[in-house]
């Protein structure tokens, strides 16, 4: 089967699995099996390819394009993506433009990232921010060792342990957390459902890490419809400047203070 026919053909099967977008994530499919980025696909669309039905039948079963790629694009960073952490995102990009603002005219900054994931965050702002002292816990040791093995392929210079909401009162300079803010799976993507619980499902850590943290500055990532009540909260614990920033689809995604 050439590329242009395996193009066509997993698009075909991938819309009629209900992905939403069948011909890109079919073109990257492709493109993956072939060892060349997406536009150097076009170039030779009568290149045989091998090894792309399992890759296929995976995201059919609508496990996530990340996992099934094995790597994803999170700003200037590739990183390795599996199931023992969430897939970035985008909408966690604009998180991290958030706290590199509120770094800025802060020299070497202590910085913690609560729960720390793939290391996406953590690893983003020290690859921008080289100066920052950058430290990233969760409480999955899977999570952790993801992170590691992405630090250890960027070569950056990260301190990974295990830990949670308390290790904000040890005094930061920021404190940054995607933490999790589904309260159900019920009506959401198929593919949430490959991701770890643990990162997705839960309530009310927001209130809680901004009531423990000792941090000039906290940002945090929250769901539709949650920034005014995260917000309400940090004003309730005395930051100041408390401020919300949609994503790229308007949602209010960012919730941040200063003290």
Same mark, same amino acid.
């Given at each position: ?97 958030? /706290? !590199? =603002?509120?770094? +800025?005219?802060?020299?070497?900054? *202590? @910085?913690?990232? #609560?729960?720390?994931?793939?290391? &996406?965050? /953590? !690893? =983003?702002?020290? +690859?921008?921010?080289?100066?920052? *002292? @950058?430290?990233? #816990?969760?409480?999955?040791?899977? &999570?952790? /060792? !993801? =992170? ?19 290790? /904000? ?91």
């Amino acid at each position: 089967m050439t590329a242009r026919e395996a193009i066509a053909e997993a698009a075909r099967r991938l819309d009629a699995a209900g992905i939403d977008t069948p011909r890109v994530d079919a073109e990257l499919l492709v493109a993956h099996v072939l060892g060349v980025s997406r536009t150097q696909l076009y170039g030779d669309l009568d290149r045989d390819v091998d090894g792309l039905e399992p890759l296929l039948v995976r995201r059919e079963g609508r496990e996530p394009l990340a996992y099934v790629l094995g790597e994803w694009g999170f700003r200037r960073l590739t990183l390795k993506t599996d199931a023992r952490a969430l897939v970035p995102r985008p909408e966690t990009e604009i998180l991290v433009e958030r /706290a !590199l =603002a509120l770094l +800025d005219g802060t020299e070497a900054p *202590r @910085v913690l990232d #609560v729960g720390v994931g793939s290391g &996406a965050i /953590a !690893l =983003a702002i020290k +690859d921008e921010r080289p100066d920052a *002292r @950058v430290t990233g #816990v969760d409480e999955s040791h899977d &999570a952790l /060792a !993801l =992170a590691r093995e992405n630090a250890d392929r960027l070569r950056l210079d990260v301190e990974l342990r295990a830990g949670g909401i308390e290790t /904000a009162r040890d005094g930061w300079d920021l404190v940054v957390s995607n933490p999790p803010y589904v309260e159900t799976l019920d009506g959401l993507q198929p593919e949430l459902r490959h991701e770890p619980e643990m990162a997705l499902l839960g309530s009310g850590f927001h209130e809680r890490l901004a009531e423990v943290a000792r941090t000039r500055a906290l940002v945090l990532e929250v769901g539709d419809g949650q920034a005014p009540q995260v917000a309400a909260a940090l004003e309730s614990f005395a930051y100041r400047n408390v401020k919300v920033t949609a994503d790229l689809s308007g949602i209010e995604r960012v919730v941040e203070g200063v003290r």
